[in-house]
């Protein structure tokens, strides 16, 4: 199978009138090139507008929209008041690390008696741990609750209900078509659900948890005898869990988000302090969160013991912060270095098998590490444009990672192919699945088949979304500093991207063997571009040049520039970039 190389150019949405962006403009006090990025991203009314750019908390929906929050928070208010033992049951990706940590520190806080468990990818698997209930029960828990985790756990949660536990489970995964029987299960994508937003994160069910908990304590005098928590002070969990699990960052999760990250920029918390240093992080963003703060999380779960991240987002001591932080960073290398070679693997097997047009990548391997297959699974698509199931084998059986692509349903998928698999959960766009060795065919024809019904020859050329053609002189310091207001960038509401054609090019040279850069000029106005991890492109810097780029503010030396980041270039002529 070769790589993609050529990717389309396409309007975001569809291309709003003048009059749309015109009237946004003048209501919301913004240029019209931001009022047109606004409605290209589904903003079209003022007030719309104005809740995006302000995103205030005070605009969070009430919590006990979501289902079964009511009994949820009762349970847990009996819990405090009487004095019974909780066991907070998490997941071992950065999504059930903060909302295990957020919620066994504001129990506590609130004055509960707390204890948590984390389980061991390679060991316990994913979801809720039989196991981990029994201990519960051992150590005296009366509760359990679990976050991120948990809504297709059938056999625990009836498990719990014979060892007279109280189970809730809060969760943010597609629910199966059968739900556990529990105390309560709170899922935004339950069919009784009235919350505004489903695209939750699991820390932030966790929030929302805590939120209405925080409520009935309140109106029922709890904080006469108690000090009632600031639940701001853990929006930097909220923050950090809700841009490693890759949600969509608008409505509510725009809302967590933004103020999350102002209070990871303050790293008051000791081991977000320790991580933002051996992680060399100076300035906070989505992007240095994703790719630099969660996976230095992420590689504890994925190596050797997850709750070493809940220790240290807990932990008041800055000494023992910066050794555990120092040991992320050993298990983060160590995981750079299995998934480079586990990729290698994987791109020279699918150059071995046949040319033939296949919709699907499923690879299955001895070889393989169960912590980095997911990563290496986002990585195939990146390069081959296919939905992607990679699957670490041991003893007969797989632990598999799948990741998708637009407009392919990965859960819906797996649900046609269940009868191959011994289970399966997820989203739209990411999975876990687990399967044996001796289905392993059946299941990759299934997948095919599923996915050759599915998608198109045209869903099956990747895409680069952009908001719209302009002229290089629409572009300057104070327009992109404008664009800022529009942050936090990242799924669901991406940077701000343009296309500007019939582009001279000048001065081009590669940059630690990796980048380009150049100038270019269109009409007269004159600007610096760099191009990341594009050097093989060289050749391609002749004559007219059409761009698609992301404006970008450059400090040096205490002077702000715009320089373009370019994202894709092609020869000025070619019919295909819009």
Not at 1 to 17: A, F, V, Y
Not at 406 to 421: I, V
Not at 471 to 486: A, D, G, K, R
Not at 535 to 545: I, K, M, S, T
């Amino acid at each position: 199978m070769n790589p993609i190389t050529g990717r389309k150019w396409q309007l975001r949405s569809d291309e709003p009138s003048f009059g749309q962006v015109e009237h946004l403009a003048e209501t919301l006090g913004v240029s019209p090139l931001t009022a047109r990025v606004l409605r290209l991203r589904g903003i079209g009314s003022a007030e719309d507008g104005q809740a995006f750019l302000q995103a205030r908390l005070s605009a969070l929906p009430d919590p006990d929209l979501l289902p079964d929050m009511v009994i949820a928070c009762g349970r847990l208010e009996q819990a405090l008041v009487r004095g019974e033992k909780i066991a907070v049951h998490g997941d071992y990706d950065v999504d059930g690390i903060t909302g295990c940590t957020l919620l066994v520190e504001t129990l506590r806080n609130l004055g509960g008696l707390v204890e948590y468990h984390i389980p061991l990818r390679l060991k316990d698997g994913y979801g809720l741990s039989a196991d981990a209930i029994r201990q519960a029960r051992d150590s005296g828990c009366d509760l359990i609750v679990s976050v991120d985790c948990g809504v297709s756990a059938h056999a625990e949660a009836d498990l719990a209900s014979e060892l007279g536990i109280d189970l809730i489970i809060t969760d943010h995964h597609q629910p199966p078509a059968e739900l556990p029987t529990c105390l309560a299960l709170i899922n935004p994508h339950l069919s009784g659900n009235r919350f505004p937003w489903q695209e939750l994160s699991g820390v932030g069910v966790a929030f929302f948890l805590l939120a209405g908990l925080r409520r009935r304590l309140r109106e029922n005098g709890y904080f006469t005898h108690h000090p009632e928590p600031d639940l701001r002070q853990g929006l930097d969990l909220v923050a950090l869990g809700t841009i490693a699990d890759i949600v969509p960052l608008g409505g509510v999760n725009r809302i967590l988000v933004r103020a999350g990250l102002q209070r990871l920029e303050q790293g008051s918390r000791p081991g977000i302090a320790a991580l933002k240093k051996v992680a060399e992080v100076k300035t906070v963003s989505c992007g240095t969160v994703g790719f630099r703060l969660a996976p230095r999380l992420n590689a504890a779960g994925r190596l050797e013991d997850a709750a070493l991240g809940v220790k240290l987002l807990l932990g008041d001591d800055p000494q023992e912060a910066a050794e555990l932080a120092e040991l992320l960073d050993e298990f983060n290398c160590e995981r750079q270095k299995i998934e480079r070679q586990t990729l290698e693997q994987a791109i020279a097997a699918l150059e071995e098998q046949a040319e033939e047009m296949r919709h699907t990548i499923v690879l299955a391997d001895e070889r393989w590490h169960p912590g980095v297959i997911g990563i290496v699974a986002s990585r195939l698509v990146e390069r081959y444009h296919r939905p992607t199931v990679m699957i670490a084998l041991d003893a007969g059986s797989g632990k598999g990672s799948a990741r998708s692509i637009k407009n392919f349903h990965l859960y819906r998928a797996l649900q046609q192919c269940a009868e191959k698999l011994t289970g399966f959960g997820g989203h739209a766009m990411a999975a876990g699945l687990s399967i044996e060795a001796e289905k392993l065919t059946a299941f990759s024809d299934c997948f095919e088949k599923t996915a050759t019904a599915l998608l198109s020859a045209e869903d099956l050329l990747p895409s680069i979304a952009h908001d719209g053609e302009i002229l290089l002189e629409s572009i300057n310091l104070q327009q992109v500093q404008e664009f800022e207001s529009l942050n936090p960038f990242g799924a669901g509401n991406p940077q701000p991207a343009f296309v500007s054609r019939n582009c001279r090019v000048f001065s081009p040279r590669i940059l630690v063997e990796k980048h380009l850069k150049f100038d270019i000029e269109q009409q007269g106005k004159r600007q610096s571009c760099i191009a990341f991890g594009m050097a093989e492109r060289y050749d391609e810097l002749q004559g007219q040049v059409d761009l698609l780029y992301r404006p970008t503010i450059n400090s040096w030396k205490g002077r702000d520039s715009v320089q373009l980041q370019v994202v894709d270039m092609r020869s000025t002529g070619n019919e295909d970039l819009l």
